[in-house]
């Protein structure tokens, strides 16, 4: 007869579970609990199966008698939590972490690991009472201090911000390699979003310096650098960003460092990060066209028909192919450092001819002036939280009778507009813009776009179209500082925050603006300059 062994048991209910046969890995791991009651790991999996069921209650009395057997085993699920977190597994460390404080909920480490792992997703909300706690059980501890400062940052509360980093400073040992380049530079960081980008370069310098391969501190020192209009310095700390996987590797730098021709060369641009980075840095295909390249653009074929009809640009392919018939290339936002300038031929996209003369045909017969409006960017994005605008913030803008809006906006803050006042207009054109090149033709349409820090300000940009920006306090690095225009965008007007979140007197502002702007158009002529 086989002989029941706790090995045998848990190996069999692990086999069952990864199986999908979840019940039957519970039956297991009961058994093997009833035989073995004094075997810590037997307790240790059945409660993470529970968990898994959502049976709370009986996962967190596993754990404890897991944990009243052997407390080692309380340390499994914290460091797969900080393994994962490492490697980028954010999901997976949030669930595992979530494991560790049901063994123990005061686990400053795992509160800590967890928090950073929260904000990391943009849960900023949910990160800070864990950061807290967690500074609360190890007060000595820096990192707690300057991950706590790090989430405050993220939440605007930056006065806040900068007396935990001061305190994450103050509990540094210098002796540590890598601890002065990490407050260093998370104090830099807040330094940035307090809009002190002057000071941020010298915090951010000194982290470099003490710890010349600490990638985080050589990108927020490009930020910081390109905010400040330092764009030499800028672009050149900015190659230390995260790369898409393909990396060149027939640069077009070295061949032009070497004095060589690019006549009848077929150079591939890859597109990186967002859409709205695509829309901007792809007017660097027309320099390239006049010094004879063939510009192909490796990009989401979801905008290949717009790329496609982009100034300099020959051909789109998609961002996964092979790849392989090229002579060079490059990344897109290498292309600043590599020319040394910023080309603002506008416009360098065009829209589709039929769709314009459809949408112009569409807003014919209004005679107030035509504005399209966007209020908020994609969700996902980290910076989202302070360049979006709640809808109603710019109610009292839309409620004038003189102008007539359209959302240009798209997604779920579409859901925003249901919340507002009767007497506020604007027109839904959701259903009927399908896609990015309706969005272009549509805004073609329009006298002027009005619009958040996302993607359809670039679009309008790129159009040519009149376009006012509106922007938060601390405004992502590409607008610097203090300006009310763009070298990016010749027909653009930036509007900002005077103030962290304060939405309200960018709104007022907005608002003169566009009755003054009525008041210089000729009575029936509602073309905009």
Known sequence: MTEITQEGLVSAAMAEYAAGKTEAAVGLL?????????????HYHLGTIYWSQSRMDDAVACFERARDLDPAVAEIPYQKGVECAREGELGDAESWLGLALAF???HAFALLCL???????????DALPLLEKAAGLVPEYWKAHSDLALALCDADRLLEAASALETASRLHLPDVAGRDATV???????RRFHGRPYDAIKLLTESVRLAPDFAEAHLNLAFALLQAGRFEEGWHEYEWRPKIALSPHRPLEAHLQAGLSLEGKTVLLHEEQGLGDLIQFVRYAIPLERMGAKVVIACNEAVHSLIRNARGVADVVPSDDSLSL??????LLSLPRIFHSVPAEVPYLQADPERVAAWQKK????????VGVVWGGNPGNSYDRRRSIPLAHLAPLLSNPQVAFYALQRGPRMQELDQLDAD???????EECDGIMDTAAA????????????????????LGKPVWLLLPFAADWRWMLAREDSPWYPGMRLFRQRRPGEWDGVVERVARALDERRSLLPLGDLEMA
């Open 184 to 190: 260093a530079c998370n104090l830099g960081v807040v």
């Open 363 to 370: 807003f014919a017969e209004e005679k107030r002036l035509r």
């Open 424 to 430: 506020v207009k604007i027109v839904n054109l959701e």
């Open 326 to 331: 090229f002579d060079l290339n490059t990344h």
């Open 443 to 462: 805004m073609m349409g329009l006298d002027l776009i009005i619009s958040a820090d996302t993607m359809p300000a670039h679009l309008a940009g790129a």
């Open 115 to 125: 928090g950073d792992v929260l904000r990391r997703l943009g849960r900023v909300e």
């Open 104 to 106: 123990r909920p005061d």
């Open 30 to 42: 009961e058994s093997a609990v009833s035989n073995f009651p004094s075997a810590a790991l037997c």
